[in-house]
């Protein structure tokens, strides 16, 4: 296999800064304003409901704008989409910046915050992309899951930079550290090698274009299958998110406590995801599948029936290690059944069901609290994992592909 652009043996290390180092710095401008959005909007007179709106416009932004990100793909190239992606992004976070200055600031807020998201899903995709064709697949699922860590990494640290500039700047010192983060990221992003035209295989006549709707078709089998697992693991990431500062509440902890607990769950997270990409590469992609969904779900489980500090920590802890352990292991199987030709639209479709996913766990969530209790509604998740595990157990090994792992 060769380098990107060049006839050299392919050598993760060559492109490294390049490829990672944007991800870490796009999740650090992510991670600076996260925890000052909703407070942003409340500033700027919004309720409470309609500050959480304007939060969940990010992620509604990179849900429904992931279709039209693999065109932009396309159209634009992988490097240059990456550097759009940040620099879009970072004029973004200069106008939430200075959002408080204007006359409609709250609509200058929610239009920034999704702009956020649709740039995310278009970093996403094309970074997604290219490492699928620049990395060998021996290799594919130690990249992937790098990749997935880092960003990780960078979400972590960000709050932590937000925080410190705002003991000079005030609240919007967050936003300038993203634009700066975004900058950054742009800048590095130039330095992506390009990757080496492939080789004409067919007569030089390749056919027409696949579109969004011909690959939806030609795949659907793997979209039905693979695809719904994926869907159900996205659920379970995204509402481990909210169920623990929730059960930490229904157990009367301080927010201090609450923070700690969240903290090192994310903290085992952050730590496990080269093994775990190792582990893929050399054994298969269930290996680290089902053995994540089942711990993570076994933890949400566990979760309504800890009563104290010390047993929600465990839970918790439980959760990061499975999460941490299946970093990367929603892109790798997207890479792995992906077609050379149409992968961006393949892609872009994969991304909107992980990211429809990630919508509806905490909607499932919500529901089952309000019909029952906040145990029940916790427990009911757990079981999303348990049926991702199935799921991934049965058609992993069975749904035949033309790559061997």
């Not at 416009?57 to 990100?69: C, I, R």
């Not at 490097?79 to 200075?98: F, H, K, M, P, T």
């Not at 902890?253 to 590469?281: E, H, R």
């Not at 029952?372 to 058609?395: K, P, Q, R």
């Amino acid at each position: 296999m060769t380098s990107p652009g060049g006839s050299e043996p392919f050598n993760l290390r060559s492109i490294a800064v390049a490829a990672f180092g944007p991800t870490l710095l796009f999740g650090l401008g992510q991670g600076a304003i996260l925890p000052v959005v909703a407070l942003t909007a409340r500033d700027l007179g919004a309720t409470v409901a309609v500050a959480a709106l304007i939060v969940t416009l990010m992620g509604l932004g990179s849900w429904f704008f992931n279709l039209p990100a693999s065109l932009v793909t396309l159209k634009f190239g992988e490097r240059w989409s990456i550097v759009g992606a940040s620099v879009a992004a970072g004029l973004a976070l200069a106008a939430a910046g200075l959002s408080s200055l204007a006359p409609n600031g709250l609509v200058l807020l929610a239009v920034a915050m999704t702009v956020v998201g649709m740039s995310g899903s278009v970093f996403g995709l094309a970074r997604q992309k290219y490492l699928t064709e620049a990395v060998p697949v021996e290799f594919r699922a130690r990249a992937l899951s790098t990749l997935g860590g880092v960003n990780r990494i960078g979400v972590f640290i960000g709050p932590f930079l937000g925080a410190a500039v705002m003991q000079f700047g005030g609240i919007n010192g967050a936003y300038w550290v993203g634009v700066v983060a975004m900058a950054a990221a742009a800048l590095l992003s130039l330095t992506i090698p390009d990757l080496a035209a492939p080789d004409a295989t067919d007569g030089g006549n390749p056919g027409p274009q696949p579109t969004l709707r011909s690959v939806a078709v030609s795949h659907a089998g793997v979209f039905l299958s693979v695809g719904i697992g994926i869907l159900l693991l996205s659920a379970l990431r995204s509402s481990r998110q909210v169920v623990i500062p929730l059960w930490a509440d229904h157990l009367g902890m301080d927010a201090t406590s609450a923070s700690l607990i969240y903290g090192l769950s994310g903290a085992i997270d952050m730590l496990v995801f080269y093994p775990a990409g190792k582990l893929m590469d050399r054994k298969g992609r269930q290996f680290v599948a089902v053995p994540s969904t089942l711990l993570m779900g076994a933890a949400l489980v566990l979760i309504p029936l800890t009563g104290s500090f010390t047993g929600l920590l465990l839970a918790s802890l439980l959760i990061g290690f499975g999460n941490g352990i299946s970093s990367g292991l929603v892109m790798t199987l997207g890479a792995d059944f992906s077609p050379d030709r149409g992968r961006g639209q393949f892609l872009g479709l994969w991304r909107f069901m992980a990211d429809a996913g990630s919508t509806g766990g905490p909607l499932l969530l919500s529901g089952v609290t309000a019909a029952a209790s906040l145990g029940v509604g916790i427990s009911a998740t757990g079981i999303l994992g348990f049926a991702a595990a199935a799921v991934f157990a049965v058609v992993i090994p069975r749904l035949k592909h033309r790559r061997n792992y």
